[in-house]
Structures are given as structure tokens and as C-alpha cells.
């Protein structure tokens, strides 16, 4: 299975509806992907898009709830497997106010890992193990 890596707060609101990713470069990759929570951590400019990301929600007429964890536990999630989701299409255009990239990668049906787990990231899609995935029941 491949997975793919988000920054924080990104990662978090894909968990809880975002429904499209933003990249600069397209993909032919369609089906269940690893979420994987990058390390990157700056605390203003996360705090910074968690706002935009809020107001994005809004004008998509969705709200996220507030984090139900503190932001260090956000910050402590750098570097796990924190979930999985569908890549249905990669589009140039998009109407959810999350759309502002090149490229959006549309999603669905994501799923919260009940436990996520620890796995170095990479750029673009990386492979996971088969193992991972069978344990998992995926």
C-alpha cells in the first residue's frame, strides 16, 4: 500500500473532512493511501493554517471541532501513520474552498488509525509494508 506525507494541521484535516489535497505535480495514484504525518512542525504557521483551514471548512459549509488533543500531541504525531484515505481524482479544478493548488488529489472516506505507527516519511507516494497492512486488517 502506498502513503502519502502532510504537514500538521493538514494531515488532521484531512482526518476530519478536507476533501482535497493540494500538490503541484498530478498523480495517477487512485485507492486507499497511508496518511502519514510529516515531522515538519513551525508552531505559528501551523496555528496559521489551522485557521485558514477552519475558515476553508466554513465556506465549504462544514466546521472542524477544535483538536480534542493539545497541539504537542498534534507535534508528537510527526513521523507515524496516523490514518488512511481514498484518492478518487486528481483535478485541476475543484469547488471546495480547499482547492487552491496546481493539482488537488480528491478524497474520501478517511479513516483515524486507532493507533498510529511510527514510520519515516518520504517525498511523494512511499511504499508501506504488506505486513503493516495485514496487521491492520486492511
Not at 34 to 39: E, G, M, P
Not at 40 to 54: K, P
Not at 112 to 136: C, H, Q, S, Y
Request: proline share 7%; aromatic share 16%; charged share 25%.
Amino acid at each position: 500500500m502506498k502513503a502519502l506525507s502532510v504537514r500538521a494541521p493538514w494531515w488532521w484535516a484531512i482526518l476530519h473532512g478536507k476533501p482535497v489535497e493540494n500538490r503541484d505535480w498530478y498523480t495517477n495514484q487512485r485507492g486507499r493511501v497511508y496518511l502519514h504525518a510529516s515531522k515538519w512542525w513551525n508552531t505559528e504557521e501551523v496555528f496559521d493554517d489551522f485557521e485558514d483551514a477552519c475558515l476553508m471548512a466554513s465556506r465549504d459549509r462544514f466546521s472542524f471541532p477544535e483538536p480534542n488533543h493539545d497541539w504537542d500531541a498534534m507535534k508528537a504525531a510527526g513521523g507515524f501513520l496516523v490514518g488512511t484515505v481514498e484518492i478518487v481524482d486528481c483535478v485541476r479544478r475543484h469547488p471546495s474552498a480547499f482547492f487552491i493548488g496546481e493539482f488537488g488529489f480528491v478524497l474520501r472516506n478517511p479513516v483515524a488509525l486507532p493507533k498510529p505507527i511510527p514510520f519515516k516519511g518520504a517525498l511523494g507516494f512511499f511504499d508501506v509494508d504488506d505486513e503493516i497492512t495485514r496487521n491492520l486488517g486492511l
